[in-house]
């Protein structure tokens, strides 16, 4: 098979990018070229599509399939898939969750509403970005476009930092504020499974939009916050507060505590995604410790979570040490409570 990326220098991309190798696919990446080299044994077009004349790179070649991390204006999507229309046999594009209209419902299905966004736009927010990319590629493409509507995606290379602050909080040791309850379901894909899954219904010719993620409830904020304690080796005391203290105390679920939408939460739909179509369609997760140590594995051999590729900067996100301190003392008991299993 040969695989064009667009882009393939963050996060998502370079998943993708290793997946296509590993599997010994003929592998072109387009971008800027700004944030380091591609893989050996990789193609590399360098090129902007925000220009007048970004898009030379991509004048000639053929490919099977092209997968589109894309989050910028809507315009610059359509611009590239106009330029490959006629040379390119299927469409994978990396959307998001975030499309579906408010208030969006829990179970939320590939059919629900969407956002109502313009796929002419030069600007605007994430969700209407990304709804108005989905909208550019399949005015292109039509039914030979695969959107894959990530939810939470975790795992080695994350530029976030959702889950590289739980381990290096946790490998800190001592007590560690855990945002309960311990079994609230937490919904999410690894990276790879991501990267596995659009590249096989990309091969497939699988077409329209798909929920990828894993199952709600694949795993708990207990397990996931244990298998962060067992990947570090850390002497650390998970110490569980009720969401209703929590709030009380003006925690922010999500940026102060990573991951953590508590039950009643405006975006508690986030973690309750229906999956039927993507795991009717073969989609399939590795375990939550797999995804832990290995994300340990790789945030130690490269010392910090990197920028992200071509993206806006992101506030920080993590409890600050001093305040996390402050809201132990006021809101536990000091003794620890088990995470349920």
């Not at 989050?71 to 299927?90: I, S």
């Not at 497939?204 to 962060?228: F, K, P, Q, S």
Request: charged content about 25%; some cysteine; hydrophobic content about 45%.
């Amino acid at each position: 098979m040969r695989m064009l990326m667009l882009g393939g220098s963050g996060f998502v991309g370079r998943a993708t990018v290793a997946e296509g190798l590993r599997r010994e696919w003929s592998v072109t990446v387009f971008n800027r070229g700004r944030h380091g080299a591609p893989p050996d044994g990789v193609r590399h077009l360098v090129g902007d599509r925000t220009t007048s004349d970004g898009l030379a790179a991509l004048a000639d070649g053929e490919w099977d399939v092209v997968v589109d991390t894309w989050d910028g204006a809507p315009r610059d999507a359509q611009a590239g898939a106009r330029a490959l229309a006629e040379r390119v046999g299927h469409y994978v594009y990396v959307s998001s969750g975030a499309v579906y209209a408010p208030p969006v419902p829990a179970g939320v299905t590939e059919d629900d509403a969407v956002l109502d966004a313009d796929p002419d736009a030069a600007d605007g927010d994430y969700p209407t970005l990304k709804r108005g990319a989905e909208r550019a590629v399949q005015e292109v493409f039509g039914d030979r476009v695969l959107l894959g509507r990530a939810g939470l995606i975790l795992g080695p290379g994350e530029d976030i930092g959702r889950l590289p602050w739980w381990l290096t909080r946790i490998a800190r040791g001592g007590d560690v504020l855990a945002p309960g309850p311990a079994d609230l379901p937490v919904q999410y894909v690894d990276v790879r499974d991501l990267a596995v899954f659009l590249l096989d219904a990309g091969a497939a010719g699988l077409g329209g939009a798909v929920n990828v993620v894993d199952r709600a409830g694949h795993t708990t904020m207990g397990e996931l916050l244990a298998a962060c304690v067992a990947a570090t080796g850390a002497d650390a005391s998970l110490r569980w507060v009720a969401p209703e203290r929590l709030r009380d105390a003006g925690v922010s679920p999500w940026t102060e505590l990573p991951v953590w939408l508590p039950p009643g939460h405006a975006y508690r739909w986030m973690q309750q995604i229906d999956v039927s179509r993507a795991f009717a369609a073969g989609f399939t997760g590795r375990p939550v410790s797999d995804t832990v140590a290995d994300t340990w594995e790789w945030l130690r051999r490269v010392g910090t979570v990197p920028d992200r590729a071509g993206r806006p900067a992101r506030e920080p996100v993590g409890l600050d040490p001093v305040r996390e301190s402050a809201l132990l003392a006021e809101l536990t008991t000091g003794h620890p409570v088990p995470p349920a299993h």
